[in-house]
């Protein structure tokens, strides 16, 4: 079993800028890769960024790129997302995830463990 606990959500003006953290316990937390995912009103859920168990690879959806990091610390065992230049299309509670691979990947159903979520609102 692995526990994630999101925390650094809020309400920001659009260009502004929040970092998400979300910290594991429980397995060993380099023995999974780590997602975050995001769900607005209405809307299914959806892949933001992962990281490899290592933390040398990355993969961002393409809405995101360029705006949002995505980083680990394994000694830690956290994993943040770094949002900059938010727009109020990025509305939504994220998620952070945890699944028992080496590498990256992109879909809900692949993850097996998942936090409660954090609401991030961008106002306009």
């Known amino acids: 079993q692995v526990q994630l606990v999101e925390s650094g959500g809020g309400l920001v003006q659009a260009g502004g800028s929040l970092r998400l953290s979300c910290a594991a316990s429980g397995r060993t937390f380099s023995n999974y890769a780590m997602g975050w995912f995001r769900q607005a009103p209405g809307k299914k859920r959806e892949f933001v960024a992962a990281i490899s168990w290592s933390g040398e690879s990355t993969y961002y959806t393409e809405s995101v790129k360029g705006r949002f990091t995505i980083s680990r610390d394994n000694a830690k065992n956290t994993v943040s997302l770094r949002m900059n230049r938010l727009k109020p299309t990025d509305t939504a509670v994220y998620y952070c995830?945890?699944?028992?691979?080496?590498?990256?990947?992109?879909?809900?159903?692949?993850?097996?463990?998942w936090g409660q979520g954090t609401q991030v609102t961008v106002s306009s």
């Open positions: 995830a945890a699944g028992r691979f080496a590498n990256v990947r992109v879909g809900v159903n692949e993850y097996g463990y």
